[in-house]
């Protein structure tokens, strides 16, 4: 029933009655207090979804503004539970929520300044969250990617507006990997984080590392290569390079930046299309599911 917003109300009408028909027909049933008709916007599972976009139901925010500062390993891992539900509002959730992931750890409970400033930090974040766009499928989206020494992080945007934000702390040998290793690795986390959005159809990503714009033409040399390229697989996009100084879309997500393109390539695997193709026109494979015995 989530799904009968449109921006006019005609359209909404007719959705809202071939939905009712259905209902009908199959002799289920809405329940009316949990029902909203004609509404410019609506409260849907701690967010505000309206034609503006879907923004943080404050209300709901509330319960993590006044969490007491944590005296345990317990208390740390509930609020990052709490606060964690709202990651995709706040840029570099990742990053700023790693010191208090090493208290849930094996490590022993301290809390210093650095973990306070980091609890604070979350806390004020949670208080000035964007209004992040609702995906139009007729457009293209971008992925654009950075990576830190501690961390890396990403924006889903489509024409410049975001839709989600991604960010993860750098562990263990990770915090010792090469800087094209990271920009590699927030690629792939972006893309496999929204795969919902991005599988089967074509898609840009822009990154500041110069080396990644040939992405799937470069010789696999590393192990990082090996283990990762194959997860892209599948997927229809191109990168394309802009200067350091102007890759602020994960890393200054508040304003607009203004790209520089020095490269653009277009990733494309001919030989999928090929196989696929191949397939389709061989009859042994239409009758091989056939030759399996049925699952008891």
Same mark, same amino acid.
């Given at each position: 029933?989530?799904?009968?917003?449109?921006?006019?109300?005609?359209? #909404?009408?007719?959705?809202?009655?071939?939905? &009712?028909?259905? %209902?009908?027909? !199959?002799?289920? @049933?809405?329940?009316? +207090?949990?029902?909203?008709?004609?509404?410019?916007?609506?409260?849907?599972?701690?967010?505000?979804?309206?034609?503006?976009?879907?923004?943080?139901?404050?209300?709901?925010?509330?319960?993590?503004?006044?969490?007491?500062?944590?005296?345990?390993?317990?208390?740390?891992?509930?609020?990052?539970?709490?606060?964690?539900?709202?990651?995709?509002?706040?840029? #570099?959730?990742?990053?700023?929520?790693?010191? &208090?992931?090493? %208290?849930?750890? !094996?490590?022993? @409970?301290?809390?210093? +300044?650095?973990?306070?400033?980091?609890?604070?930090?979350?806390?004020?974040?949670?208080?000035?969250?964007?209004?992040?766009?609702?995906?139009?499928?007729?457009?293209?989206?971008?992925?654009?990617?950075?990576?830190?020494?501690?961390?890396?992080?990403?924006?889903?945007?489509?024409?410049?507006?975001?839709?989600?934000?991604?960010?993860?702390?750098?562990?263990?040998?990770?915090?010792?990997?090469?800087?094209?290793?990271?920009?590699?690795?927030?690629?792939?986390?972006?893309?496999?984080?929204?795969?919902?959005?991005?599988?089967?159809?074509?898609?840009?990503?822009?990154?500041?590392?110069?080396?990644?714009?040939?992405?799937?033409?470069?010789?696999?040399s590393t192990p990082a290569q090996a283990r990762w390229?194959?997860?892209?697989?599948?997927?229809?996009?191109?990168?394309?390079?802009?200067?350091?100084?102007?890759?602020?879309?994960?890393?200054?997500?508040?304003?607009?930046?203004?790209?520089?393109?020095?490269a653009v390539s277009h990733v494309t695997a001919g030989?999928?299309?090929?196989?696929?193709?191949?397939?389709?026109?061989?009859?042994?494979?239409?009758?091989?599911?056939?030759?399996?015995?049925?699952?008891?």
């Amino acid at each position: 029933m989530n799904d009968l917003f449109r921006p006019h109300l005609h359209d #909404h009408l007719h959705h809202l009655s071939t939905v &009712l028909e259905v %209902l009908a027909t !199959n002799k289920l @049933f809405a329940k009316l +207090s949990k029902c909203c008709f004609g509404v410019s916007k609506v409260n849907y599972l701690g967010h505000v979804i309206s034609s503006s976009g879907v923004a943080v139901d404050f209300s709901k925010v509330q319960a993590v503004l006044d969490w007491p500062t944590p005296k345990n390993a317990k208390g740390v891992r509930g609020f990052l539970g709490l606060a964690g539900y709202y990651r995709k509002f706040i840029p #570099h959730f990742g990053t700023m929520a790693a010191p &208090l992931h090493k %208290l849930v750890g !094996n490590t022993p @409970f301290t809390w210093d +300044s650095v973990t306070d400033s980091a609890f604070k930090q979350l806390k004020r974040s949670l208080t000035n969250t964007p209004t992040l766009g609702l995906p139009d499928w007729s457009k293209s989206f971008t992925v654009e990617c950075d990576a830190s020494g501690v961390g890396i992080g990403a924006i889903l945007t489509q024409q410049g507006r975001p839709i989600a934000y991604y960010s993860a702390p750098l562990k263990g040998s990770m915090l010792a990997w090469s800087t094209y290793e990271k920009e590699m690795l927030a690629i792939v986390k972006a893309v496999r984080k929204w795969r919902s959005y991005l599988l089967g159809r074509p898609f840009v990503v822009k990154t500041d590392h110069i080396s990644l714009k040939y992405l799937l033409e470069q010789r696999v040399s590393t192990p990082a290569q090996a283990r990762w390229l194959p997860k892209l697989m599948g997927y229809d996009f191109r990168v394309e390079y802009k200067k350091g100084v102007t890759n602020r879309g994960a890393d200054a997500l508040s304003r607009q930046p203004e790209f520089s393109f020095l490269a653009v390539s277009h990733v494309t695997a001919g030989w999928w299309v090929e196989l696929q193709q191949e397939v389709q026109r061989d009859t042994y494979y239409h009758d091989l599911p056939g030759c399996f015995p049925p699952k008891l």
